[in-house]
């Protein structure tokens, strides 16, 4: 059920959502690099929970937002899920 709760939130997010997370962590993205993200996620129905997809992700956001951001973005999603004792669904 929290997985499904995850997906959820992920596939209903905007690009201003995206930007103003990404400021939060202090991830460099723009409303049309966010908008293509969540475009790509839609599109490819990425699951965060599958190793191959978040590579699949990760390749996607250094090839067109940066390798700087992919790696912050990874290293976030580490710590987060660290945090709120969900490491273990990754």
Known sequence: ??????????YSSTPQEIVKYG???GITI???QASQL????KKE???PFS???RSKTYRYVEK???PKEARQADQLLQQLAKQYN????L
């Open 30 to 32: 723009n409303q049309n």
């Open 1 to 10: 059920m929290l997985k499904q709760l995850i997906r959820s939130r992920i």
């Open 51 to 53: 190793e191959r997809d």
């Open 38 to 41: 969540l475009s790509y996620i």
């Open 86 to 89: 969900l490491d273990h669904l």
């Open 45 to 47: 129905s990425i699951d």
């Open 64 to 66: 067109n937002i940066g």
């Open 23 to 25: 400021k939060q962590y």
